[in-house]
């Protein structure tokens, strides 16, 4: 069969696995050189592709690219920058198809969540329409887990055991001190409409007493009061509060408790800081001297914590990508399947990305616990085996070492093209 090119891109908030899914592409591509030529990946992101910014992957050592598996954040560079409706906005899209036709591209591999699913498909349409044949396969990523049909989302294993991690371990500083100093703390973590990685936060103590004493989801409507009864009592009880609270955190009305009042490129609220809004509220209500902390990209990018349950979908779901694709599968995104809960078993299935593009999966309220401050048995059972296994990178001088790439720049053949 001929010979083409492929193309890599990432997009949206990085996590410390979305290189393993990166190295999972690009391995499987250069298995398949009868088939794939050249990859190229877009300079940050999908602009990369509109700019005619390519990078030359073909230039980077199979052990630069191995590397890639241990090393966090993007390292094609990365970008929000949603592509608009078709019909409005066409001359984008037949400008990547440009792109694609000048560079012999038939292979289009977008790693991201749900707004950059929705940007695959629409690309797979217009290609089809102008009769380009061209694959699109979403590589799924978000730290979020809020993609739908796929078990969990590869990025959000990790940053879910940085944060219970984090917990257990700032929750035995505020123990050790609470007699003469502080009696609360809150730790702040992402999560804009969806709680799972606040979920995370209570894998980090089971049991009556056991830290975090609070859990505060998007999901269940915020309740000053009755926030504010709890966390007296747990200090009451235990001498201390910890608080792991979802910056999507809101109002029974669905105002933001820490609405910063502006917007992103994807349209997306700006939020401004829940963990100090609700530190003031425990000061003013309460008086009890505080601490708070925002996890903020510090739980993304934690590669050196990385669940290794995470790094192996990751890895996955990029060599599958690559594998749907040259097995004639289009509009697609590879899912992870979840079989069972213990032994945790998984494999990984294709599914449409028309049921994937601009959906979000919430936290199911059976696994909120009734009172809605903190996780089920079932959320537990489910959440468990997403952090389980470490798979630490090299070291060296002390410091994790990561991947030095090239990113030599491919030449470009059409003219200036203007965002």
Known sequence: MAQHNAFYAQSGGVTAVINA?????????????????????????????????????????????????????????????????????????????????????????????????????????????????LTAIHVPKTVDNDLPITDNSPGFGSVAKYIATSTREAALDIA??????????????????????AAAGALAGNGEGQPPHLVIFPEIPFERTKVMARVEQAVKDYGYCVIVVSEGAR?????????????????????????????????QDLGYKYHWAVADYLQRAARHLASKTDVEQAYAVGKKAVELALAGNNAMMPAIKRISDSPYEWRIEAAPLAEVANKEKYMPRDFIREDGFGITASCRRYLS???????FPPFENGLPMVAKLKLAKVARKLPEFTL
């Not at 899209?93 to 977008?110: C, G, N, P, S, T």
Request: glycine residues 12%; charged residues 25%; contains cysteine.
């Open 21 to 133: 899914s990166a190295c999972g592409v690009i391995e499987t591509c250069r298995r398949h050189s009868d088939r794939i030529g050249k990859v190229y990946a877009g300079h940050n992101g999908i602009i990369g592709a509109l700019t005619e910014d390519l990078i030359d992957v073909s230039q980077e050592s199979d052990e630069a690219i191995a590397a890639l598996r241990h090393t966090p954040g993007g390292a094609f560079g990365s970008c929000r920058y949603k592509l608009k409706d078709i019909e409005s906005h066409r001359t984008q899209y037949e400008r990547l198809i440009e792109v694609f036709k000048a560079h012999d591209i038939r292979y289009f591999f977008y790693n991201g969540g749900g707004d950059s699913a929705d940007t695959c498909l629409k690309v797979s349409q217009l290609s089809e329409k102008m009769g380009y044949p």
């Open 176 to 197: 050790s001190m609470c007699a003469t100093s502080t009696k609360v703390f809150v730790l702040e973590v992402m999560g804009r409409h969806a709680g799972w990685i």
């Open 251 to 283: 109002y029974a009305d669905g105002t933001f408790l820490a609405d910063a009042g502006n917007t992103d490129a994807f349209g997306h609220r700006q939020l401004g800081g829940v963990a100090p809004t609700l530190a003031g509220m425990v000061k």
């Open 385 to 391: 085996p997403l952090i389980q296994g470490e798979d």
